[in-house]
């Protein structure tokens, strides 16, 4: 089947701010996509246009060349690649190309009469495929409960504080175990008589002069607990600023390593800035036997940057952002290298969100470790949640 008209319009994310989405038609099919954005992102991250920019792009470039072409994500892809011609899909905008890459292949699962992880899961970059274990992981959530960095005005000093739940092996259990955690913890925070806002992605923030505060607080609640350090954010002129106190790379890696010693810390995002090459091989050599190592702002969805921090042993583990990459095909490609090197993926969406919940399908289609979705109280972030649960009443029917 063919494309048979297709536009972009705005609207806005979690955080008020103004993205698009793309609405596709082939024939009586149709099917959306929408884009979001990042706060705190990696400088090699493909980059973004206004949405109006973006917008245009789409209605005025790409749609009147897109209509007539095969309903088929890896051509198209193709076509937008060559058609943007920029290494960082700066002439286009990585989230005009995205929204269109995303909507293709939604469109092209519902062609095929299947639900869009089962599609995704055919193209066969799932961890199970390999083991011939043809068996539907559910990923782990790793959600969103406490914010700080530049997620939120009370600034802990990390971006993300997360509980980690459930075993690959379901999501509906997981997601009610969250919901009780969350609200424990919102309780727990007004009985400590914390003044306490919502952050950029749903969790709670407070004020904190302690480095170990936050993790005094949740480990009385949950035994697996991940970070989002985003190192880069506070990282000024060679050194780390937590608290008015600079830090090395050394002295914060000693910090790390006194955390997982004391805290049920099971996985550690970009505790370095993204050029600190040096920290992350001295956090893995340190750390990585016990803890995931992951990278996000160091590797961007960019297999580049993947070979050669796996190869130079950076890192364990994988953030996935479609939209640092801009293409529903590269990110598959980041999603098989890693994979192919035994390596596990988180799949994750932005702190600025759409109700889209692609990359729930994505995580599932993909055999994905975990997915970040952030805290259970945004719409935004809710939408990923639902999906999965969705997904599993799917999964259960096939
Ligand atoms: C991150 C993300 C998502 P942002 O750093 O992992 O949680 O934040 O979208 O602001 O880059
Ligand atoms: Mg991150």
């Not at 043809?134 to 997360?162: C, K, W």
């Not at 990459?325 to 988180?346: N, S």
């Amino acid at each position: 089947m063919e494309v048979t008209s297709c536009h972009a319009y705005k609207i806005n994310d979690s955080r008020g701010d103004e993205t698009l989405e793309v609405e596709m038609f082939a024939g009586e099919f149709s099917a959306k996509a929408s884009v979001p954005s990042g706060k705190s992102t990696g400088s090699r991250e493909a980059v973004a246009l206004s949405a109006d920019e973006a917008i245009k792009n789409v209605n005025e470039v790409v749609a009147p060349q897109l209509v007539g072409r095969e309903v088929n994500f890896s051509e198209i892809d193709k076509f937008l690649l060559e058609l943007d011609g920029t290494e960082n899909k700066s002439e286009l905008g990585a989230n005009a190309i995205l929204g269109l890459s995303i909507a293709v292949l939604k469109l092209e699962a519902k062609i095929e009469g299947q639900p869009l992880w089962q599609y995704i899961q055919s193209l066969g970059c799932s961890t199970s495929k390999d083991s011939g274990d043809n068996s539907i992981r559910f990923p782990r959530l790793f959600a969103n409960v406490l914010n700080g960095g530049t997620h939120a005005d009370f600034r802990l000093p990390f971006q993300e504080y997360m509980f980690v739940l459930g075993n690959g092996l379901n999501v509906a259990g997981p997601v009610e175990q969250l919901k009780v955690l969350f609200e424990q913890l919102g309780k727990k925070l007004k009985k400590n008589g914390k003044e306490i806002k919502m952050g950029d992605e749903g969790g709670f923030s407070f004020k904190s002069d302690n480095i170990e505060e936050p993790f005094d607080i949740l480990s009385e609640l949950h035994n697996k607990l991940a970070l989002d350090v985003a190192g880069g954010e506070f990282f000024e002129n060679g050194k780390y600023r937590i608290f008015d106190k600079e830090y090395s790379s050394g002295e914060l890696l000693e910090i790390y390593e006194n955390l997982v010693k004391k805290f049920p810390i099971v996985s550690i995002e970009d505790p370095f800035s993204e050029n600190d090459f040096n920290g992350f091989k001295q956090v893995m050599e340190k750390t990585g036997e016990i803890v995931l190592i992951v990278g996000d702002d160091l590797t961007t969805t960019n297999v580049k940057m993947i070979e050669k921090t796996i190869e130079e042993k950076m890192i364990n583990a994988v953030l996935i952002k479609p939209n640092q990459i801009g293409t529903v095909t590269e990110t598959l490609e980041a999603i098989q290298m890693t994979h192919k090197a035994g390596l596990k993926t988180i799949i994750s969406h932005r702190s600025g969100e759409t109700e889209d919940s692609f990359i729930a399908d994505l995580a599932v289609g993909v055999g994905a470790y975990g997915i970040k979705a952030g805290a259970i109280s945004q719409l935004e972030r809710m939408t990923k949640y639902d999906r999965l649960i969705e997904i599993e009443k799917e999964v259960g029917k096939c």
